[in-house]
């Protein structure tokens, strides 16, 4: 997954130049800070209460794509239909058709990361490994052909978005099996990824903040 994500920035950089790759950096810390969280949160308390209770996975799973529908009508609310005014903040009215194809891949991520959490609450490992390597390969093979298709920036976030929508076909067909519908504790789930998510969202602006604020004071892509 790092070698995959290290292979695809070496090729938008060299293929797209300087100013665009900056608009893709300050997409993917967004991305990434978003993933993260989902990651972070929900993700990890799916995984321990299937570890406690797997006669409940189907019943854990089913509230989870409740909570994540939730929050994917906020995510839509913020980067959907306010993207102008985020793009705007970043001084760059262009961003705005980035940012829309960015909260459908936001969205995606969330759902993929509740049955890789299921997965790994059932100690499924090969099968999280199969999603990873797949998903691994099909953003290279999908970035680098919409790009050289002539989608530029657009062709970036396409790829991912359809190397995201692969990722959550796989999960689901892998998440089949689990049906156990027994009762658990859905205030506890709720109340440990609340904590979680604190903890990840404190450590995750440490770490992308920097890029963020750089675009906001320097507004130009191309010095960012």
Request: hydrophobic share 55%; charged share 15%.
């Amino acid at each position: 997954f790092m070698l995959s994500g290290y292979i695809l920035h070496i090729s938008i950089g060299r293929s797209l130049g300087p100013e665009l790759y900056g608009i893709f950096g300050i997409l993917t810390a967004f991305l990434f800070m978003l993933e993260r969280l989902l990651f972070g949160s929900i993700s990890k308390g799916i995984t321990k209460f299937i570890v406690e209770n797997k006669k409940a996975s189907r019943t854990i799973i089913n509230h989870a794509i409740k909570i994540q529908s939730f929050f994917s009508l906020v995510i839509f609310f913020v980067f959907y239909i306010l993207a102008g005014q985020i793009a705007m903040l970043m001084g760059d009215l262009s961003l705005t058709e980035y940012f829309q194809i960015l909260t459908f891949l936001i969205m995606i991520s969330g759902f993929y990361i509740i049955y890789l959490a299921a997965l790994n609450g059932i100690e499924a490992f090969d099968k999280q490994a199969i999603i990873w390597v797949a998903y691994s390969v099909a953003r290279i093979l999908l970035v680098v052909l919409l790009i050289k298709a002539g989608y530029s920036l657009k062709g970036t976030v396409l790829g991912l978005l359809f190397a995201g929508i692969l990722c959550l076909l796989i999960s689901q067909y892998y998440c089949k099996p689990l049906m156990g519908r027994d009762t658990f504790d859905k205030k506890g789930l709720i109340s440990y990824s609340s904590k979680v998510l604190a903890f990840t969202f404190a450590t995750l602006l440490i770490m992308n903040i920097d890029l963020i604020s750089i675009k906001i004071i320097l507004k130009d892509a191309l010095a960012t």
